[in-house]
Structures are given as structure tokens and as C-alpha cells.
């Protein structure tokens, strides 16, 4: 019993660091992404040229109104099509959808497949600006 205990614990302790490791860069920093408002992402999209927005509702919500310029990648379509066309895992990623839920799952599985900036605004229903359809 002694001996199961033992290597259970050793079991633990050996997930535990897998986890914590698993998420960080080559120099160590743990990798996430940034949540910002929709006020910042706005401020993003008004004064810099090189990013890209995700929107990760499904087809037909994002038929009925989107942000302009907007990429569908629905949350559950992240992990196999994220490599495909989004290459540059230091691009800066805008991700929204409708209420926040399903950007920050999509999000948090940008930076699991290695992406490094990414910045998660919650969801349509909050943005005051214009959208398209």
C-alpha cells in the first residue's frame, strides 16, 4: 500500500509540473491570452494595420451581423483550423463572439497550439460600433 501511495504522489507531482510547463514559452513565461474590453479592441482596430479579428460563433450567427473585416472560425473549428490559415503565431488575434464564452474557449486554444498575442473581447452584444451583414 506503502509503495501504491508512493507513486501515486509521484504521479501528481509529475502532472502537476507537466501542466504548469506545458503552457510556457522557451524562456518560461506562461502563455495566455489578454482580456481587453470592447472600448480597447476598438482602439486596436482604429490605429493599427496588422492584426486580425476571429469571430467564433457559428455560420449563421455571424451571417446576421458581424465586425468588419472579421474572420469565421467557430470555436469548435479552432484546433484544426487555426494552423491552416492563421500562420504567424505572433500575429496580434482579436477574438470575439457573441456573449464572451465561446471567444475566451477559443482563446485559451489559440495559445495551447502556441499562438503569443492573443486578446480576447468578449462578445457582439456588448459592441457599440457598426457591424456588418
Known amino acids: 500500500m506503502k509503495k501504491l501511495s508512493g507513486f501515486v504522489l509521484i504521479l501528481l507531482i509529475s502532472l502537476f509540473l507537466f501542466v504548469l510547463t506545458a503552457c510556457q514559452d522557451d524562456d518560461g513565461n506562461t502563455l495566455t491570452y489578454e482580456q481587453i474590453t470592447v472600448k ?9 494595420t496588422d492584426y486580425i479579428i476571429i469571430d467564433a460563433r457559428t455560420e449563421e450567427e455571424f451571417a446576421e451581423g458581424h465586425i468588419e473585416n472579421a474572420i469565421l472560425i467557430p470555436e469548435y473549428d479552432i484546433a484544426k483550423r487555426a494552423e491552416k490559415e492563421l ?3 505572433d500575429a496580434l488575434i482579436l477574438v470575439y463572439c457573441r456573449s464572451g464564452r465561446r471567444s475566451k474557449i477559443a482563446s485559451e486554444e489559440l495559445v495551447n497550439l502556441g499562438y503569443t498575442n492573443v486578446k480576447e473581447f468578449g462578445g457582439i452584444i456588448d459592441w457599440p460600433y457598426e457591424i456588418v451583414k
Open 40 to 48: 480597447q479592441a476598438k482602439e486596436i482596430m482604429d490605429t493599427e
Open 87 to 89: 500562420p504567424d503565431k
